[in-house]
């Protein structure tokens, strides 16, 4: 074999050599942006199940809880309380309207940033018709106030550590009941400007939040930073 045919054939092996090289890389990259695609769509829907099913943003609309929460705060609700563990005594709970208890529009000045976020279901909309308040009496609690305004429940005052400092009683509205099954007595930590259950006594839904309608728990302040915290419950 002559020179000349050894030297033709290497020229003609190189550019077979660059091709086979080429799909390779074109193989590597088609894969890469497989995997990533991949990773892309397991993120989105690993962010939707726990959107819907365990964790959530919401917005304070009012002072109705102050000073645990403020209006404005942004808190992380955990949806697993309601529908997997049981609701405690204490418990911050969002929950939906019972029935009249929100008027027909709550939404006062419109948040471009807030509107954005809920329509892209990553904090839950309580401008519209969700409240957050806290557990007072469980499903067979006797719960009332006493004549020197301390709260009974079951006929033992119940120790209130995160009421307001200022708070003197802890109700001037005057109730005795005793919660049905299936339902819960909430309150306002900020007793003299919550509109909860005290104030629907004389309702047709009644002054009661059926459990099924809660979302679920209040756990942690996340915004603003300086309040970051977690809810307190009975026990602080």
Known sequence: MTDETEKSRGRRAQPTRR?????????????RLLSYTI?????????????????????????????????????GVEQLTGHVFDIERGDVVVFEDPGGWLPPNTQTMPDPLYEFLVDAKVIADTHGDLLVK????????????????VLLLNDAPLDEPYLPRTVTSASTVPFDITVPDGKLWVMGDN?????????????????????DLVM?????????????????????
């Open 216 to 236: 679920g728990r209040a756990a942690v302040v996340l915004w603003p930073l300086a309040d970051l915290k977690l809810v307190p419950g009975l026990n602080g």
């Open 19 to 31: 091709k086979a090289m080429t799909k390779q890389r074109r193989g590597r990259g088609w894969r």
């Open 134 to 149: 806290r557990v007072i009496g469980l499903p067979g609690d006797h719960v009332a106030v006493g004549s020197d305004g």
């Open 39 to 75: 990773v892309i769509a397991v993120s989105i829907v690993a962010a939707v199940l726990i959107r819907q099913y365990l964790f959530t943003l919401a917005l304070i609309p009012s002072a109705s809880m102050d000073p645990t929460l403020k209006v404005g705060d942004r808190v």
């Open 191 to 211: 007793r003299e400007n919550s509109a909860d259950s005290r104030f629907h006594q004389d309702d047709p839904s009644g002054p009661y939040v059926d459990e």
